[in-house]
């Protein structure tokens, strides 16, 4: 049965005929062609997850999938799904993860400054190359001295990401840039100690 919690990679490898409909969805999963994020991004997001970064309510995208290989869209599972988390509702911004400013209009946290940022990766060019920035993202921040901040830039939200690195110890703050892009901003925990 196809819930808010399964894997994309599971879906896909279980229902591979769904990756059109969840391309028709929203042009954002197209990028799931790609085989370096069917192996990473894929393996470790939920779709409701992959429902927040495209914008989309993950009530719609469960009911669109199931419609379309047969499954019954009435389930208690999927009511659930739409239950508030906190005050937040089935925002995705409410799972990231609790240190992290993930919403557009956030404060920033006290470590964050526009003068600090002195390095930037284009993580959808990375991906567009065909692999997967997280391991360019670590080694860069770990380069970098406590008091410079590396901005990823990315065209959609990339809550896998946050989740990463953020267990991997590092303060983030993720907004949304003009073009409607995000830019997530990473630095380590010892800069973040400093005000």
């Known amino acids: 049965m196809i819930t808010p919690e399964m894997k ?8 591979p005929e769904l990756e059109s409909v969840l391309v028709e969805m ?11 994020l069917r192996k990473t ?9 992959a429902a927040g970064m495209a914008n989309i309510p993950v ?3 469960i ?25 937040a509702g089935a925002d995705l ?14 404060h920033p946290p006290s470590w964050f400054a526009e003068d600090r940022v002195r390095e ?5 060019a990375i991906l567009g190359a065909g692999e997967t920035p997280i391991s360019t993202i670590v080694q860069s921040v770990k380069a970098l001295n406590e008091k410079v901040i590396l901005r990823v830039t990315i065209h959609f939200k990339p809550i896998p990401m946050i989740e990463m690195l953020e267990q991997q110890g590092f303060q983030l703050y993720c907004r949304r840039a003009l073009d409607n892009s995000y830019e997530l901003f990473i630095c380590t925990k010892n800069e973040s100690m400093q005000t």
């Open 26 to 36: 929203a042009p954002a999963f197209k990028k799931l062609q790609n085989p370096i």
């Open 93 to 106: 911004t409410s799972m990231a993860p609790a240190t992290m400013q993930s919403e557009p209009d956030a």
């Open 59 to 61: 009530r719609d995208l």
């Open 8 to 15: 994309v990679g599971t879906l896909l490898d279980t229902f």
């Open 41 to 49: 991004v894929a393996k470790v997001a939920t779709l409701e997850k």
């Open 120 to 124: 930037t990766i284009d993580a959808d």
């Open 63 to 87: 009911i669109k999938l199931r419609t379309v290989i047969g499954q019954p869209t009435s389930d208690q599972d999927l009511d659930q799904s739409e239950a508030p988390r906190g005050s």
